[in-house]
């Protein structure tokens, strides 16, 4: 491998396209010498988010997420479980990340995509220990009766930074989460109050008086970064993922902490000084999300 | 700010390292490498003809197989068998056997803590066993960290349920086999102070992390030391077999 100026009198004679497809690293960093980013993005720009809520109107929470053209739709479903006995007075969450071979040609049908799972762990792991959800807020009855939140999230268009989308998905899905209204019933096993009965007064008093909202504190959010040589890239494409082979995740909650850091292996080592500017640029993105999700979550209210 | 220690060691103090290498008869390479009482045996079969779907004809490919002590493998098998292949790929040499896949199996003898590093550390001795083409030797540690921000180093499975959170931090040993394009330091920094791989579990501040991060790096470097050491003196009677 020489340097980019090596090829210079190809990329001369050759098509852009070409070229393109020949050369991809070097037709990037030709892009990344001039600070810019094939896509006309500075280098730590992410791309423009999108989220609306209440996508699916079968599920109690829902939303759809899209950083560029990555997208992503969560919706929760709630069910009664018994808690478990070590923790008797909390509910539970399950999270199921799921990618249909509609969403990227590297996906075969039957065959799941290996990254599907680890997405699944991770978004766990991060949405738990981030400290969002109070599990004691989804008790019913002590010992007896808990919500149990399924989350899925299915990627729709895989186009990179699947973690920051689903993330940003699953967040804004338990924003829009509202908890059905049960009662128990004679036999003493909880049943749903069908909506039309909401608000009339019932023979059985109803566990919550309302569909209530969950409270949530310290959400978490990310952003992926790579690294190749000296350069820093927010939020990458599946193209850049593709042949610049170094990412970096980092999760910050909105108290500030860091919620993880994710780098598994990658080309490019990370030092101390990346690290941290990774953190920065982490800290600027949350505060850009969470505008759009406060204005995601205003915008539902008024309709 | 001393906390005790279930086993008395200081919070800076690692567990016994023992490594053995070419444990298993028909693998091309294996070690089985103990912390204290976690323990992991790996075996590298290949490189073998031809790559899967979807993976870099151009380049050699890295394919781990994780086996739990007992059960079926789920969710946390997966990321670790996720993250060891990533781990092991950044630190082989692909160029040279291109079109090939090596094989690393990792098999669970006990799990006491600080599982991932201790794999990390196997699948690296038992990849030197192999003889496969390294660009340098990996070193994983586990760093835990305690309420009161008190970092301790490889947390027993017990220590690691207690603590509020925990980081498993993969860094290059320090000498050179092959030397990169780039020089050596960026900004000043040593290129053993890169960080190959960082899996977290739990809220931490920014500067605990850093913190942690500097902890593991001053103790990689003796278990770089004690890897080094392991692998000397068997080249040297290998290098008869080899020939």
Known sequence: MGTPNAVGDWSSEMEVSAFRRLFPLRYYERHLSESIRPDARPLKRARDTIVSLGAVASSDGSALAKIGSTTMLAAIKMEVMTPSVDSPDEGSVAVEFHMPPICSPVVRPGRPAEVAPVTSKQLFDCLLSSGMIDLKELSLIKGKAAWMAYLDIYCLDADGALFDAALLSAVAAFSHLRIPVVSLNDEGRMVMVSKELEGEKLDKEPVDKERRKLSLKSIPFSLTCILHKNYILADPTFEEESIMETFITVVLNSSGQLVSLYKSGGPVLAHTSAIQECVALTRQRMKELEEIIDEAISTMEID | ?243
Request: hydrophobic share 35%; net charge neutral; proline share 5%.
């Open chain 2, 1 to 243: 700010m001393e906390i005790d220690r279930a086993d008395g060691r200081n919070p800076n103090q690692l567990r016994p390292l023992s490594c053995s290498r070419g444990v298993l008869n028909r693998a091309h390479g294996s070690a089985s490498w103990a912390q204290g009482n976690t323990q992991v045996l790996a075996a590298v079969y290949g490189p073998k003809a031809g790559t899967k779907k979807n993976e870099n004809p151009e380049k050699a490919s890295v394919e781990v197989i994780w086996k739990p002590k007992t059960g079926q493998i789920g969710k946390q098998e997966k990321e670790y068998e996720m993250v060891l292949k990533r781990t092991l790929q950044s630190i082989c040499i692909l160029t040279i056997h291109p079109n090939t896949t090596t094989s690393v199996i990792v098999q669970v003898v006990h799990d006491d803590g600080a599982l991932l590093p201790c794999a990390i550390n196997a699948s690296c001795a038992a990849l030197v066993d192999a003889g496969i083409p390294l660009k340098h030797l990996a070193v994983a540690i586990c760093c835990c960290l305690a309420d009161s921000g008190l970092v301790m180093l490889d947390p027993t499975k017990l220590e690691e349920e207690k603590m509020k959170a925990f980081v498993y931090l993969v860094l290059p040993n320090s000498i050179l086999s092959v030397l990169p394009e780039e020089s050596s330091s960026v900004k000043g920094e040593q290129m053993e102070q890169g960080l190959i791989t960082s899996v977290t579990h739990g809220v931490m501040s920014v500067d605990d992390y850093l913190h942690c991060l500097e902890r593991g790096r001053a103790a990689t470097s003796k278990m770089s030391d004690f890897l080094r050491r392991n692998l000397q003196p068997q080249l040297s009677s290998d290098s008869s077999k080899a020939g």
